[in-house]
T-cell receptor
Framework: SQQGEEDPQALSIQEGENATMNCSYK?????LQWYRQNSGRGLVHLIL?????REKHSGRLRVTLDTSKKSSSLLITASRAADTASYFC????????????????FGQGTILTVHP | GAVVSQHPSRVICKSGTSVKIECRSL??????MFWYRQFPKQSLMLMAT?????????EQGVEKDKFLINHASLTLSTLTVTSAHPEDSSFYIC??????????????FGQGTRLTVV
């Protein structure tokens, strides 16, 4: 079952603006990952943040993680038309003993449209 | 990053027939592969987890006799949709991970298969 919820469900912005997407989850996690999906294609990994990390950067991407609130956010700065896609958060659940079965649980996703 | 190849990318089949989808890890050993289903504008729903050399573990509500999964080697898993119905039309995506290094590493996804049952 899907445990994550993302908001907004859809986001429409102009090129150059920043885009912020939020994700909430319910269980204890080892890490949280963000993926991007272009229409009708597979998923591309963007960034992984571990449960003991609070913030991570990769290029124009900034991810935060608040394990006390069980939430994460993805910020894309200076957006481009090519950033138009669906963005998903996925949690890697912490199974007993701190292990992981490798099963990711996905949020509902945010559809981002960046207008040129 | 590692490469996962999934094919076919698109398939149209008649009701009642079976369709096989392949998922291959090209440059690493995928001890575990995951099969997801995605409806338009929705998220990925995990269908089953397959471990090399053992039976797949299906999520609640997924019919194991309808969605046959085989993971015979460390580089190949197949999903066979048997006796396909129009309601099986969907986008199917596989994901591969190496269980031995799965902790705090990304998953690698195939490009997906668009199945249309007519």
């Amino acid at each position: 079952s899907q445990q994550g919820e993302e908001d907004p469900q859809a986001l429409s912005i102009q090129e150059g603006e920043n885009a912020t997407m939020n994700c909430s989850y319910k269980t204890s996690i080892n890490n949280l990952q963000w993926y991007r999906q272009n229409s009708g294609r597979g998923l591309v990994h963007l960034i992984l943040i571990r449960s003991n990390e609070r913030e991570k950067h990769s290029g124009r991407l900034r991810v935060t993680l608040d394990t006390s609130k069980k939430s994460s956010s993805l910020l894309i700065t200076a957006s481009r038309a090519a950033d138009t896609a669906s963005y998903f958060c996925a949690t890697d659940q912490n199974v007993a003993g701190g292990t992981s079965y490798g099963k990711l649980t996905f949020g509902q996703g945010t559809i981002l449209t960046v207008h040129p | 990053g590692a490469v996962v190849s999934q094919h076919p990318s698109r398939v149209i089949c008649k009701s009642g027939t079976s369709v096989k989808i392949e998922c291959r890890s090209l440059d690493f050993q995928a001890t575990t592969m995951f099969w997801y289903r995605q409806f338009p504008k929705q998220s990925l729903m995990l269908m089953a987890t397959s471990n090399e050399g053992s039976k797949a573990t299906y999520e609640q509500g997924v019919e194991k006799d309808k969605f046959l999964i085989n993971h015979a080697s460390l580089t190949l898993s197949t999903l066979t949709v048997t006796s396909a119905h129009p309601e099986d039309s969907s986008f199917y995506i596989c994901s591969a991970r190496d269980y031995r290094t799965v902790m705090n590493t990304e998953a690698f996804f195939g490009q997906g298969t668009r199945l249309t049952v007519v």
